[in-house]
T-cell receptor, first 112, second 114 residues
Framework: DQQVKQNSPSLSVQEGRISILNCDYTNSMFDYFLWYKKYPAEGPTFLISISSIKDKNEDGRFTVFLNKSAKHLSLHIVPSQPGDSAVYFCAASARTGNQFYFGTGTSLTVIP | NAGVMQNPRHLVRRRGQEARLRCSPVKGHSHVYWYRQLPEEGLKFMVYLQKENIIDESGMPKERFSAEFPKEGPSILRIQQVVRGDSAAYFC????????????FGDGTRLSIL
């Protein structure tokens, strides 16, 4: 039962343009969401988070948007850089739970 | 990834052997999580531990798998009588408190079963 879904396995973007990565979830109890970035042969690295009391959180080039009614969140990277090429995972948790649920990841390639 | 140390990075076992994966959390973190990643899939939660206690093992297979986080020393994920389907990357994460805050991940142990 995949409660967090990333329907785009891959995405290619020109350097300097915007990258938009999408994530959908099914569990209305989720109230905390994160994005992780992962390079090959390394563990995921925390990127940015958002709680359900907000609809936007920004950190430098990275912005996460949360649409609770649509159960959808997205990560915007502006401007995209070649070093952003990695796999991006979204994850969600509920205050009442003990675990994060991860999506299957989107592989981003930023073309120089 | 700084702070969470996992070893070994690669582990090869033959079917029927035991695999022991170790995880030292970030200093000061008392919450440890184990995840498994199969090829082309996301991370799947296995178990959540605090010092000397298993809080949630709902993601752990009922047989052959066990985990501990003793008062002293690293957290251990133990897989007995390994089978080919156990081949995966196993990641450990830690946090200073419970869920609803970022977890810091190690670089994982890649387990291969011959």
């Amino acid at each position: 039962d995949q409660q967090v879904k990333q329907n785009s396995p891959s995405l290619s973007v020109q350097e300097g343009r915007i990258s938009i990565l999408n994530c959908d979830y099914t569990n209305s109890m989720f109230d905390y969401f994160l994005w992780y970035k992962k390079y090959p042969a390394e563990g995921p690295t925390f990127l940015i988070s958002i709680s359900s009391i907000k609809d936007k959180n920004e950190d430098g080039r990275f912005t996460v948007f949360l649409n609770k009614s649509a159960k959808h969140l997205s990560l915007h990277i502006v401007p995209s850089q070649p070093g952003d090429s990695a796999v991006y995972f979204c994850a969600a948790s509920a205050r009442t739970g003990n675990q994060f649920y991860f999506g299957t990841g989107t592989s981003l390639t930023v073309i120089p | 990834n700084a702070g969470v140390m996992q070893n070994p990075r690669h582990l090869v076992r033959r079917r029927g052997q035991e695999a022991r994966l170790r995880c030292s959390p970030v200093k000061g973190h008392s919450h440890v999580y184990w995840y498994r990643q199969l090829p082309e899939e996301g991370l799947k939660f296995m178990v959540y531990l605090q010092k000397e206690n298993i809080i949630d093992e709902s993601g752990m297979p009922k047989e052959r798998f066990s985990a501990e986080f003793p008062k002293e020393g690293p957290s251990i994920l133990r897989i007995q009588q390994v089978v080919r389907g156990d081949s995966a990357a196993y990641f450990c994460a830690s946090s200073p408190q419970g869920v609803n805050q970022p977890q810091h991940f190690g670089d994982g142990t890649r387990l291969s079963i011959l």
